[in-house]
């Protein structure tokens, strides 16, 4: 039940571009069991996950692109062609 819940919430942040309050209320409407404390917890859970930074889920975080090096680089040049 908890992975339905967790699943809508990433749904509803990331498919349907809702804000974290719209997620909050709408959460209520699938799960109507659900305290609105739970429903803060659900969609803040979700909002990390889907922005990679939830820790347990660091792996799937997307990566950051790399860092340009401090070292610039040399463009290759071909050599010139032999004049005969």
């Known amino acids: 039940m908890d992975g339905d819940i967790l699943h809508k919430a990433i749904f509803l942040l990331r498919e349907c571009h809702e804000s974290e309050q719209q997620v909050v209320t709408r959460l209520k ?11 803060e917890m659900y969609t803040s859970e979700a909002r990390d996950l889907v922005h990679g930074v939830h820790p347990a889920h660091a792996a799937d975080a997307p990566h950051p692109h790399p860092v340009a090096s401090a070292v ?6 071909a050599p010139a062609p032999a004049v005969s």
């Open 29 to 39: 409407d699938y799960f109507p069991h659900l305290t609105l404390s739970d429903r």
């Open 72 to 77: 610039p680089l040399t463009p290759v040049v």
